[in-house]
């Protein structure tokens, strides 16, 4: 099993810097993926971006340029550092892990972040 522990979440004004971050613990073995997916009221979660174990990242579209995913595979933990904040990345962040050993995906219990307009 794996867990997944997510921090750093608020509200912040339009324009504003939060950085989020994600610390992975249990069966954790080979390579894998990890990630943060956003879901707002009324919509379907959807991919904000992900990191692989070395390095190579890729983002959606909407958030290119604005956030950035880093992670510390010495700590398994993954961050997503948000600038230049819109109303429009209001939801709950929800961190994801995909081990391709297990085959399977893991979620964080999620995060809410608010920018206010």
């Known amino acids: 099993q794996v867990q997944l522990v997510e921090s750093g979440g608020g509200l912040v004004q339009n324009g504003g810097s939060l950085r989020l971050s994600c610390a992975a613990s249990g069966s954790i073995f080979g390579g894998n993926f990890m990630g943060w997916y956003r879901q707002a009221p009324g919509t379907e979660r959807e991919l904000v971006g992900r990191i692989s174990t070395g390095g190579s990242a890729n983002y959606a579209d909407a958030v290119k340029g604005r956030l950035t995913i880093s992670r510390d595979n010495a700590k398994n933990t993954v961050y997503l550092q948000m600038n230049n904040l819109k109303p429009e990345d209001t939801a709950v962040y929800y961190c994801?892990?995909?081990?391709?050993?297990?085959?399977?995906?893991?979620w964080g219990q999620g995060t809410q972040v608010t920018v206010s307009s």
């Open positions: 994801n892990l995909f081990s391709p050993l297990w085959g399977r995906d893991y």
